[in-house]
């Protein structure tokens, strides 16, 4: 439970200092710099990414191993998860909150871990519990009541957004699920998993959608600027996460991780107040305790807590 709680502390303070990165120059010097920039911090953050992994794998005398681990089985559900949770997920994400504004992607995007927890009892046999099904619920709709602003729709196509944030939806909820099926038979380490991962999702931001939405130019010319090296700090911090959550789906399930994830929501509340001196709301209190309440609560094994309180007694 500890590596999915991880994840989400990490990805959270990845996620308010990419923002950070988002509302600087020369991501908001033009209309389409504005357009181009989460495409390109994406890439960025991508690429940035597979090369601390790159320098993480060496320190474990690992880095001989990644060209193997490409040939293995395991190797290439990896890639498949990547281009699923990446290029698809975050595409879907993007282009929903161009459509139908962030307030309603957000609500639908939300609901990644209940398809991942439906997805992963289909094709990975795991069951959750009914306390943990309403821990789940409960951080879901936690989640969903966070992300909701009244009034934040900027609908200009509602069914193209609705249809890219089930792209989304997808997508996220996929890759958690391929990623435990590709650990499974233990051919690679999810390490090398996670290598992969960022690697693949670079090379096709990189060779696929940068070139179709034209943002190789800005990109190459925003690389010497202070807010690339935010991105690669960033970066650093969404690495870790990835690193945790790895681990979490390799240790208890996709639908349990991906539970534990979900409360970056929460931890970024915290890091926003810390690092961007944000006032922190009595309602955002209370959602936040909500997401990490039902989260924990989806994740845990009320039985096994029992057999080991039982045992420390006796």
């Known amino acids: 439970m500890a590596y999915g709680l991880l994840a989400g502390f990490f990805w959270g303070l990845d996620t308010v200092i990419l923002g950070i990165a988002l509302v600087m120059s020369p991501f908001v010097s033009t209309e389409q710099a504005i357009l181009l920039a989460p495409f390109i911090s994406t890439f960025i953050h991508d690429f940035c990414s597979s ?15 990644i060209l193997a681990a490409l040939k293995t089985r395991s190797g290439k559900v990896i890639v498949l998860a990547a281009l699923m949770g990446g290029p698809i997920g975050m595409t879907g994400y993007v282009l929903s ?3 139908i504004g962030a307030a309603y992607t957000a609500i639908i995007s939300a609901l990644f871990p209940g398809v991942g927890a439906l997805l992963s009892y289909i094709f990975l046999k795991e069951k959750m519990k009914g306390y943990q099904l309403a821990g789940l619920t409960v951080s879901i709709l936690g989640v969903i009541a966070l ?15 609705f249809l890219f944030a089930l792209m989304c939806v997808i997508g996220w909820a996929s890759e958690a699920v391929i990623i435990a099926y590709g650990l499974k038979t233990q051919e ?4 090398l998993a996670l290598q992969i991962r960022q690697l693949t999702s670079a ?3 990189g060779a696929i959608i940068l070139p179709f939405v034209g943002g190789w130019s800005f990109t190459v010319a925003m690389l010497p600027t202070k807010t690339a090296a935010i991105i690669l700090l960033a970066a650093l911090f969404g690495t870790a996460s990835y690193l945790f959550y790895y681990k979490a789906i390799n240790k208890i399930g996709a639908s349990k991780a991906m539970a534990l994830n979900i409360t970056y929501s929460a931890w970024s509340i915290i890091f926003g107040a810390i690092i961007l ?18 989260s924990v609560t989806a994740a845990a094994n009320l039985e096994e807590i029992v057999k080991l309180k039982k045992k420390a007694i006796t």
Not at 51 to 65: A, F, V
Not at 147 to 159: R, W
Not at 278 to 288: F, N, P
């Open 203 to 205: 090379i096709f931001y």
């Open 97 to 99: 909150i161009s459509y």
């Open 51 to 65: 090369l601390w992994m790159l320098g993480y794998m060496g320190i474990k005398k690992e880095s001989k191993k």
């Open 277 to 294: 001196n944000e006032e922190v709301s009595l309602r955002s209190v209370i959602y936040a305790l909500i997401i990490v309440g039902g």
């Open 188 to 191: 690679i380490s999810d390490r």
């Open 147 to 161: 992300g909701y602003s009244p009034g934040g729709n900027e609908s200009t196509n509602i069914l193209l957004g």
